[in-house]
């Protein structure tokens, strides 16, 4: 029987992102995920991932990262949540960063961002495998 859902808590530390990645892949796989959907959103998820780790916690004993995902046949649902605070940017200048919400974006269905005090919680809907996939970018 393939599970239809996942579910992570990570630390918020770069090391665990290889973990993320590797259970996330597995999973996809375990649904009959095509390779390259694979690919595509691990670095996704990866991104936001990576975007928790790095803002939610600055100044602040580092947290968790919660990955949730589930499949049904229309779509695959990822969910990355964290229990920081929201990085507001205040500063323009460094051009090369602040790609990773249009790289969400343009890779997947759907992109949810969500933020309050208690956290951030960015839902990541992909079209099932079933469908064809998401639209060639």
């Not at 990570?10 to 990645?21: G, K, N, Q």
């Not at 602040?60 to 507001?88: H, L, M, P």
């Not at 205040?90 to 343009?106: F, I, N, P, Q, Y």
């Not at 961002?113 to 809907?125: A, E, H």
């Amino acid at each position: 029987m393939t599970p239809s859902r996942l579910h992570l808590v990570v630390p918020a530390r770069a090391e665990s992102l290889s973990a993320v990645r590797e259970q996330v892949a597995d999973w996809l796989s375990s649904l009959g995920t095509p390779d390259e959907r694979i690919g595509d959103i691990i670095l996704v998820v990866n991104e936001a991932c990576s975007n928790s780790i790095e803002h939610a916690y600055v100044g602040a004993a580092a947290g968790a990262v919660r990955v949730s995902a589930d499949v049904d046949s229309q779509s695959i649902c990822i969910t990355v949540e964290d229990f920081g605070r929201w990085k507001t940017d205040t500063s323009k200048t460094d051009v090369s960063r602040g790609r990773g919400l249009a790289l969400m974006r343009a890779m997947s269905s759907h992109v949810g961002l969500y933020t309050n005090t208690n956290g951030t919680r960015v839902s990541l809907t992909f079209r099932a495998p079933a469908d064809g996939g998401d639209p060639p970018r």
